[in-house]
């Protein structure tokens, strides 16, 4: 009753037990209704703690921002980027690479049943990739995090401009994440950044691009940031 659906309620010596090893185990027995029902009860059971974290995570940064002044955001971002992902972010993968690895990510972010808000494309948060010419285009309908979480009215918004907002007012913060990680951290290790956000329909719309060559990347992803194309800031740190 407490979820509103079904959950299992096994006897207690079997209750422990994962339920995606059931849910294989009665695929190869052939019991396929009921392998399909402990899929459902396993996504369930996977999504409900990772949205409690995520809400945690929100309200977080709305009570920095509220007690210490959305500046403080900027070094939430920095020193969980230095101190955690950097170092794959920044690492030398082929652009497929660089985007297989980021749709593994999205698609574990993203998925699993709603919370009223219906992500992406697909019931269960799905998301578009198109390759262009010179880029691919990655499009949430919202994001599964910052953008789902703002929309839920969770997550609080910049009332300021900064570099690290791509210089918009209104960007949740969890979405400035996307800015320093993969925008600002990566151009002041190699002069250039992994991939870019069009910041202009969020909540409700996110669109990224990896472009094929770096060096084809616009000026104006650079200046937006305060930054020059080009250049890092590797040596001078």
């Given amino acids: 009753k407490r979820f509103g659906r079904k959950i299992r309620a096994d006897d207690w010596p079997e209750i422990g037990t994962p339920t995606w090893p059931l849910a294989e185990q009665a695929i190869k027995d052939g019991r396929i209704d009921e392998a399909l029902e402990l899929v459902d009860v396993a996504r369930f059971e996977n999504n409900f703690p990772r949205m409690g974290f995520h809400n945690i995570m929100m309200k977080t940064q709305n009570f920095i921002a509220e007690k210490f002044g959305e500046e403080q955001i900027e070094k939430l971002w920095r020193y969980l980027g230095e101190s955690s992902v950097h170092s794959t972010l920044v690492g030398e993968q082929a652009i497929a690479e660089q985007i297989q690895t980021m749709c593994t990510v999205h698609r574990g972010l993203h998925s699993g049943p709603g919370d009223g808000i219906n992500v992406g494309p697909g019931k269960f948060g799905g998301f578009t990739v198109v390759e262009e010419k010179d880029r691919f285009v990655l499009t949430f309908e919202p994001c599964g995090t910052g953008g789902r979480f703002a929309k839920m009215g969770v997550m609080k918004s910049t009332k300021k401009a900064y570099p690290w907002s791509w210089g918009r007012v209104g960007v949740p913060y969890n979405c400035c994440h996307c800015c320093w990680w993969w925008e600002i951290m990566p151009i002041e290790a190699t002069g250039y950044p992994i991939r870019i956000f069009e910041p202009e329909g969020l909540p409700d719309k996110c669109v990224s691009f990896f472009y094929k060559n ?20 590797a040596g001078h740190k």
């Fill in 214 to 233: 770096p060096a084809s990347v616009p000026d104006k992803y650079f200046t937006r940031l305060g930054l020059v194309k080009g250049q890092s800031l």
